[in-house]
Each structure stands twice: as C-alpha cells, then as structure tokens.
C-alpha cells in the first residue's frame, strides 16, 4: 500500500484528471472543469498538508471560486436604460394625479406617470419624457418647459 503522505496529492490529481475529462464528454459549462482544476490545486496542497479535512475545504473554496470565477461570463451585464434622442410623446389616455396613464412613446404604448403628482394631463397632449421607474415613463406635460 502507498505512504498516506503520497497517495492524498495522488487521489486528488487522479480526482482532478477525471473531472476535466469528464467535461470534455458532457459539457456542462465548464463547472466540472473548475472541480477539477480545484481538485489538481488540492492536489499541490496535499503535498504540504497531510489534513484530509483541510484539504477538502481547500479543495471546496477553490471549487466555489473557481465556478463563480467560471460562470460569471454567462450573467448578461446590465447596462443602464437610457432615453433615446427623442424625448417627446404623446398621451393615449389621460394622467390623472398621481396615477398611471398611457403614453406613444417611439412607436411603442407605455405607462406613464407625471413627475408633478398634483398635475393633470389630459389625453392627445404632447409630453417630455424625463424619466422612467421600472417599466413606467416619467413624463411633464410640453407647456411646462415654456412657462418654467
């Protein structure tokens, strides 16, 4: 039987070898691939430490690292909203105060709210688009930029 010293980094690159091929016959987004380089770091550390138990937890961090690390290129990059060039729209239906009416806004039908809460804005009126709050448009009604 080998010296325990020697067959822990032995295990843990024989672990780490099987992981990485293993991703080349079942693809799994490189998750596997990261648990086997884990594992083939674990086994340079059991060269140095004898704990199993260590080198579990060694082998645990990178692999929850390494898939993090991994993984991260498939989460899309949130990129900020902002208004088109076009910033006027045109109400479908009435804004009362405070709540929620319908815009025409580059072609498309969205919820709008006035910025002003005590402002009413009557339908067919032209409005500036000056914000938005989730998927609802900020809007001001057109004449308040020339009496302002």
Known sequence: MLDT????PLFWLIIGVI???MELFLPTAFVEATLGVSALLTAVVAL???QFSLQVGVWMVASVFFTVWGLRRFV????PYTLADATEARTLTAI???ETGRVIYEGNSWP??????NTVIAANQIVIVVGRQ???LMV?????LQNG
């Open 76 to 79: 899309p990059k949130r990129t």
């Open 19 to 21: 992981l990485c091929l």
């Open 140 to 144: 001001i009604p057109e004449n308040a």
């Open 5 to 8: 010293a020697m067959s822990l």
């Open 134 to 136: 989730g998927n609802t």
């Open 96 to 98: 009362p105060p405070g």
């Open 112 to 117: 709008a709210r006035c910025e002003d809460r």
């Open 48 to 50: 140095f430490v004898p």
